[in-house]
């Protein structure tokens, strides 16, 4: 099996920064993407960045600029910086990752159990 840990999440005031982790760990071949979704309270969970084993990146338009996903492959550990944090980032993050367990597998979403981010002043 496969589990993936989150950790980082907490309040800050509008305008500060918090950096998420996540940790995979389990039967790991190898993974290709890995990312990040957040669900706000009453909304749908929506995605948010991924970064490839590459180190390829994307973000949804809204935190371009702000925030930045970053992985340490022989960790097997994605990073969000968030900075410039506004309320409306206050969500659930969720981190997922795309995982190969073995050599002809096939790739598999697996997904953390969640980290509360609150901006509020």
């Known amino acids: 099996q496969v589990q993936l840990v989150e950790s980082g999440g907490g309040l800050v005031q509008p305008g500060g920064s918090l950096r998420l982790s996540c940790a995979a760990s389990?039967?790991?071949?190898?993974?290709?993407?890995m990312g990040w979704y957040h669900q706000a309270p009453g909304k749908q969970r929506e995605w948010v960045a991924r970064i490839t084993s590459g180190g390829s990146t994307d973000y949804v338009d809204s935190v371009k600029g702000r925030f930045t996903i970053s992985r340490d492959n022989a960790k097997n550990t994605v990073y969000l910086q968030m900075n410039s944090l506004k309320l409306e980032d206050t969500a659930v993050y969720y981190c997922?990752?795309?995982?190969?367990?073995?050599?002809?597998?096939?790739?598999?979403?697996?997904w953390g159990q969640g980290t509360q981010v609150t901006v509020s002043s």
């Open positions: 389990g039967s790991i071949f190898s993974i290709a993407y």
């Open positions: 997922y990752a795309e995982v190969q367990q073995t050599a002809r597998g096939m790739f598999r979403n697996y």
